[in-house]
Each structure stands twice: as C-alpha cells, then as structure tokens.
C-alpha cells in the first residue's frame, strides 16, 4: 500500500493547481466587471504594446519608433545613441533621460529603465481602469495558473511512474494502480481542456476585453501606412517583427560578462 500516499499527494497536487485556476478566473472576471470595456475606442501604439507584452514591450516599440525616424541610433554592437533630444512625448523623454547626459549608453539598461517609468505606469492605470488590463493586485493571472495546471499534470504523470515502478509488493494489481492515478490525471487535463475553450488566449497583461481589441489591431492598421503598420506589428509580435537586420541585431546584442 506504499502507493496510497503518493496518489493522496498526485490528488492533492492537481486539486490544487485546479482549484487555483478556477479562482484565477473568477477573479480576473470579477475584476474587469463593472469597468468600461473599451467598447468603440482605438487602442495606441503604446497601449497595444502594453496589451501584448507589458512594460518591456513598450519600451522596445519607443526605442523603435524612434530609430525608424532617426531620432535614435541603435547600433548593431547593442549601443543606442541619441540623435534628437527633444522627445515627442513621456515615453521618449523616458528613453533619452535613461540614456543619459552623455547622449550615448548600452541598450540593455535603456531598455530597463524605460520599462519601469512613471509613463508606464501611466499606460498601466488607464487601461486597468478601461477594464482592458489585468490589475496588479487582482493576484496570479490566467496564463500563470495553467502553466500551473500543466505542472500538476506531469507532476502526477511523476508519481503514477514512481507509484508504478515501486519495487515494494502490492495487493492491489499495476493496472489497478495506474487507473487509481489516471483520475487525478483526468482532472488536470480536463481543467486545461475547458480553459482553452473559455479563456484562451492566455495573456498576462490583457484582459477578455483587451484581446478581442487587440485581435482586431491588425485589420484596422492595414491603411494606416507602412512605418504605422511595422510599428503595430512590433506591438504585437514583440522584436521578431523588426523588418531591419541592423536593428534585431542591436536587441539580440548582449554584454559580455566579466
């Protein structure tokens, strides 16, 4: 019987992760209730990079944006140069003041500290309050709790093997045994079943409401002209949509460590 308290604990574990799944949801949905979904409006480049890939992803569309237009000169070795010091508006007066007075730094850190300004924040709030962004202290999003299920699954998968392979006679037969474990196993992938058919995709920073806008992006940026266009999909799809070598390369540069 040295089986019965694994499968307790395979029991245990996928409850768990089940039973934080379920809440995760409820309470992203309970915390977008009662908010302006965002019904009729347009999202900005800002708001769409924030949608899709947080506060790095908006950092990474300004530092673009104005290397496209040659206010910025990211080269390929991984340094960003200043070129006009008069930003356009608080994101790019948050880039140029992370780069610093001498006009010239090092991507990586740029990109940080861009990342975490106070006009992120700014984005941050107002798509919270438009109910198109998952707030900060609604607790763990979706995306993290069906990674978690996922876990559960393989971490029973773990214990039926180990359940299995016990060398310690049992009155119970294998098959038995591995039925005994399949139940468990059934609760996670039907929990990863029904939050696919509800909830997917799964976005950290967007809520329903801001992914069925940020799902329409793509059709009303398609007249809006080619540099529009680029930009929108870098907000989306993150650095791989860069069309410009010279400009993935200044991203993909890292620091050698001493």
Do not use: K, N
Request: net charge positive; aromatic share 4%; charged share 20%.
């Amino acid at each position: 019987m040295f089986w019965v308290p694994l499968l307790l604990l395979a029991w245990a574990v996928a409850g768990a992760a089940c039973l934080r799944l379920c809440l995760t949801a409820v309470r992203g949905a309970a915390a977008v209730a009662g908010h302006d979904t965002g019904a009729g409006r347009d999202l900005t480049l800002y708001e769409a990079a924030f949608l899709s890939g947080g506060p790095a992803r908006v950092a990474d569309v300004t530092l673009v944006a104005m290397a496209r237009q040659r206010r910025l000169l990211l080269a390929h070795t991984g340094w960003a140069t200043v070129v006009d010091p008069r930003g356009r508006d608080e994101m790019e007066r948050s880039v140029i003041r992370a780069i610093g007075p001498q006009g010239q730094s090092p991507l990586a850190p740029v990109r940080t500290a861009a990342a975490t300004a106070d006009a992120v924040r700014g984005i941050s709030e107002r798509l919270v309050g438009a109910g198109l962004a998952v707030p900060d202290g609604a607790g763990t999003t979706v995306a993290d709790a069906v990674r978690q299920v996922r876990l559960a699954g393989t971490a029973v998968a773990g214990l039926a093997a180990a359940a299995l392979l016990m060398p310690v006679p049992s009155d119970m037969p294998r098959h038995l045994v591995a039925l005994w474990f399949t139940l468990p196993l059934i609760l996670t992938l039907g929990c990863l079943a029904i939050a696919r058919f509800e909830v997917h995709p799964y976005s950290r920073w967007a809520s329903p409401a801001g992914q069925r806008l940020l799902g329409a992006l793509p059709r009303s940026a398609g007249g809006a002209g080619d540099d529009r266009t680029c930009l929108t999909s870098v907000a989306v799809r993150g650095i791989r949509a860069v069309g410009e070598p010279e400009l993935r390369a200044a991203f993909a540069h890292r620091e050698p460590r001493h």
